[in-house]
């Protein structure tokens, strides 16, 4: 039996499953301030569109929790929004807080 020498056999090259992986420290943080920016967008126009439906569907609001039937009997609450928005904040948060790096380059690349 021939055994192929193991020190002649071209291998292909194992590349990660994770595009991050083959991004240079500068590639990730222009990527990471790209999604910080297009959330921080959808927060605003999040924000905009809620204060228009507030505004539209409550022209006189009352004091307290305003709802507003819709099909099935469902109620819409706008309180939802602002706890999505909220728990979003604080993931953010968290992930800053757990990698202060990120941080720190993302500041002196954008000073720099």
Same mark, same amino acid.
């Given at each position: 039996?021939?055994?192929? %020498? @193991? =020190?002649?056999?071209?291998?292909?090259?194992?590349? =990660?499953?994770?595009?991050?992986?083959?991004?240079?420290? %500068? @590639?990730?943080?222009?990527?990471? @301030?790209?999604?910080? #920016?297009?959330?921080?967008?959808?927060?605003? $126009?999040?924000?905009?569109?809620?204060?228009?439906?507030?505004?539209? $569907?409550?022209?006189?609001? =009352?004091? &307290?929790?305003?709802?507003? *039937? /819709?099909?099935? %009997? +469902?109620?819409?609450?706008? /309180?939802? =929004?602002?706890?999505?928005?909220?728990?979003? +904040?604080? /993931?953010?948060?968290?992930?800053?807080?757990?990698?202060? *790096?990120?941080? +720190? #380059?993302? @500041?002196?690349? /954008? +000073? &720099?």
């Amino acid at each position: 039996m021939n055994w192929v %020498d @193991q =020190s002649k056999a071209n291998w292909p090259e194992i590349k =990660s499953l994770n595009p991050w992986d083959n991004m240079n420290e %500068d @590639q990730l943080l222009l990527e990471w @301030q790209a999604k910080k #920016q297009a959330i921080e967008t959808a927060k605003a $126009e999040e924000m905009d569109l809620r204060k228009y439906i507030v505004a539209r $569907e409550f022209p006189k609001p =009352s004091e &307290g929790m305003n709802t507003r *039937s /819709l099909a099935m %009997d +469902t109620c819409s609450k706008l /309180l939802l =929004s602002t706890i999505i928005i909220w728990l979003i +904040t604080i /993931l953010l948060k968290l992930l800053l807080r757990n990698y202060p *790096s990120l941080v +720190t #380059q993302a @500041q002196l690349l /954008l +000073t &720099g």
